[in-house]
């Protein structure tokens, strides 16, 4: 079992930033390759960022490239979103994911753990 609790959250103004951070724990961390997802009102959840093990790989969805980065920190078991240039269509509640198989599973949102997911709330 892998626990993933995300953190970092809240309001911010549009072109603002937010870091968000997911400590994980339960199983070897560098093992799975982790993602961020999220929700907003009315809308089905969507594939935002995703790392690989060691953090070498990255992928993220079109609408986040050039303002969003995932990071993972091994040693302390968290992977992180760095947000910029917030705008009002990135309000949504945020989740951490996570698996033992491919990146590419991440990106298909085949994934093993969920977080239980924190709101962003961006206002223009």
């Known amino acids: 079992q892998v626990q993933l609790v995300e953190s970092g959250g809240g309001l911010a103004q549009a072109g603002g930033s937010l870091r968000l951070s997911c400590a994980a724990s339960g199983r070897t961390f560098s093992s799975y390759a982790m993602g961020w997802f999220r929700q907003a009102p009315g809308k089905e959840r969507e594939f935002v960022a995703a790392?690989?093990?060691?953090?070498?790989?990255?992928s993220y969805a079109d609408s986040v490239k050039g303002r969003f980065t995932i990071s993972r920190d091994n040693a302390k078991d968290t992977v992180y979103l760095q947000m910029n240039s917030l705008n009002a269509e990135d309000t949504a509640v945020y989740y951490c994911a996570a698996t033992d198989q491919l990146l590419s599973n991440v990106v298909r949102g085949q994934v093993d753990y969920w977080g239980k997911g924190i709101l962003v709330t961006v206002s223009s």
């Open positions: 790392i690989s093990g060691r953090g070498r790989t990255t």
